[in-house]
């Protein structure tokens, strides 16, 4: 299958010449289209730089990354980049610029001089699929957290983008908001979306249908979930946790009950313990 | 703390998202209209004139329907400079002969003879500045942050022909007014900080300079460090939207002057003129 992002030995560097530091060195990556990736990792790994980099929002030191077949290299490019690869940034707090909420989902279309009646549907659209009805007319600022997330993935939408890359998007939510916006993602990849999530949350990672470990500004596990968490080693050596589900599993298996090494999620660790009680009885 | 919180809840630069004829208007007609009521304060100078203008901006604030205490809330943070105008207005204020009540002396202060007529004066130089704060307030409660963006932009657009971002200018200034709450918010955290730490310094002494001075820093310094870090975030948070200054941008409510906008600005250049003349 074709790429839809490729990322080719990419390097980015901080800073000046003379004092700098180098968060990616020499990541290559391709993303499918409809593809949920997660990417995972210790803080400084290069996570969040990557993300950047996806998006166009960071031109490589070296390396290139393609989006569509279009360079993030090439300035004449970056627009059309940025509208189909939207990135939600952690703080929404600090991405929004206008004092209610339709005006800020307008801001993105508008930027793209999208005709008046066409931003008119795209906002109504867009604050419908966030389940933000009702809601337009209130100031960003006095939102609560869950609904600056949903608002901050509402404004990305509006630009009706190809794939969503959200920075630890979920990072500061409680557990009912983190889940509505789970939620959300998960509606949006079912209806085609990419969607490439940087997390530290463990049991977002056992959503996505691929994972990305980096480490020291290098990719240094990748698979799907339950292939990543079966190297149980590996991650702790990155600083990483596993899944509670898959904690469970461990402990089990320690005590001479093996339900399989891949057993992510709460689920199917049920659905395992059921099948096996069910077997013994 | 109170700094804090009165810069949190700063309702000078807060929008109140209503329908009234005021919130309606074309935000280019306000801010026109902005400008010339202003001019008419400053240029007010018969008592009766300047509470005539008083009571048109309070009028104002009726018609727009604004939550009760919103005009309170909007002059509170201005109190304290009230407060050293007056002062410094009764003791040392200009005394106009012509003024009614200048011969009759109501106070004697040190050297100070405080006169009917300057206690006249104080009152309308406090009034004017209330006004004109009342007035910026009115504006930016009716009018959204973009609505003031894309009015500013539309104003300032001659400037483009000389090599000036109006629209760049316009963005600017609706997001420091946003943020003002948000940086009202941190300002208050870094108090909590400082109290829980118990480095604060004690109590508060207005005569000891150097020591506020110290306190101040001690607060600006972490403030100006994570405005420059909002700054970063919010420079990506445009770029990841695909801001590029006004070029080839378009706007989901499209400003059109109608009748009520005409007859407002019609309204606000009488008003002028009308001040001139007297």
């Keep these: 299958m074709d790429a839809f992002i490729s990322v080719r030995d990419l390097h980015y560097r901080y800073g000046n010449a003379g004092e700098s530091i180098e968060a990616l060195r020499g990541v290559s990556l391709n993303i499918v289209r409809g593809e949920y990736l997660a990417i995972v990792g210790p803080n400084g790994s290069g996570k969040s730089t990557l993300a950047k980099c996806l998006s166009g929002l960071l031109s490589p030191s070296s390396g290139d990354v393609r989006v569509n077949g279009a360079s993030t290299r090439d300035a004449a490019a970056l627009v059309g980049i940025r509208a189909t690869v939207g990135m939600v940034l952690q703080n929404p707090d600090n991405q929004f610029v206008t004092s209610s909420v339709e005006d800020e989902v307008a801001f993105g279309p508008e930027n793209l001089g999208v005709p008046p009646a066409e931003i008119r549907r795209r906002v109504a659209s867009a604050i419908e699929r966030v389940g933000m009805c009702g809601q337009e007319l209130r100031d960003p600022h006095l939102l609560s957290s869950g609904e600056k997330a949903r608002l901050a993935v509402a404004a990305m939408l509006a630009m009706e983008p190809q794939c969503l890359v959200l920075d630890e998007a979920t990072a500061t939510l409680d557990p009912r908001s983190r889940g509505s916006l789970l939620a959300l993602l998960t509606q949006l990849y079912s209806a085609g979306m990419t969607i490439i999530t940087v997390t530290h949350h463990m049991t977002e990672v056992t959503r996505a249908k691929r994972v990305v470990v980096m480490e020291r500004g290098q990719i240094a596990l990748t698979g799907a979930p339950a292939e990543v968490f079966a190297r149980d080693d590996a991650l702790k050596g990155y600083g990483l946790a596993l899944p509670p589900a898959a904690a469970v599993e461990r402990g089990l298996a320690r005590r001479g009950l093996e339900l399989g090494r891949d057993v992510v999620t709460a689920e199917e660790l049920v659905r395992r313990v059921v099948a096996l009680w069910e077997g013994e009885g | ?278």
């Design chain 2, 1 to 278: 703390m109170a700094r804090a919180a009165s810069l949190r809840n700063a309702s000078l630069g807060r929008f109140w998202p209503g329908d009234s004829v005021v919130h309606t208007l074309d935000p280019r007609v306000k801010l026109c209209s902005l400008g010339l009521w202003t001019v008419a304060i400053v240029l007010a100078s018969r008592w009766w004139v300047t509470a005539a203008l008083f009571l048109l901006i309070a009028a104002a604030y009726r018609a727009a329907r604004l939550p009760r205490g919103a005009a309170g809330a909007v002059l509170r943070p201005v109190l304290p400079v009230l407060a050293v105008l007056a002062v410094s207005q009764l003791l040392f204020g200009y005394q106009d002969p012509a003024m009614p009540g200048a011969d009759i002396g109501v106070l004697e202060v040190g050297a100070a003879d405080v006169s009917l007529g300057r206690v006249i004066g104080a009152a309308i130089a406090i009034v004017r500045l209330l006004s004109l704060v009342m007035l910026v307030g009115l504006l930016t409660a009716t009018t959204s942050a973009s609505a003031l963006a894309s009015g500013m932009e539309r104003l300032l657009l001659p400037l483009n022909r000389i090599g000036l971002p109006g629209h760049e200018l316009a963005l600017t200034g609706a997001i420091a007014l946003r943020f003002l709450p948000i940086l009202g918010e941190e300002l208050e955290a870094v108090q909590r900080a400082q109290l829980a730490r118990d480095i604060t310094g004690g109590p508060e002494r207005p005569w000891q300079l150097a020591r506020n001075a110290r306190r101040t820093a001690a607060l600006v310094v972490p403030l100006f460090a994570d405005a420059l870090q909002r700054v970063d975030e919010i420079s990506t948070a445009l770029l990841a939207r695909c801001y590029q200054g006004g070029r080839g941008r378009t706007y989901m409510r499209e400003l059109r002057l109608n009748a009520k906008d005409l007859i407002s600005l019609a309204i606000s250049v009488g008003l002028l003129v009308i001040v001139v003349v007297l």
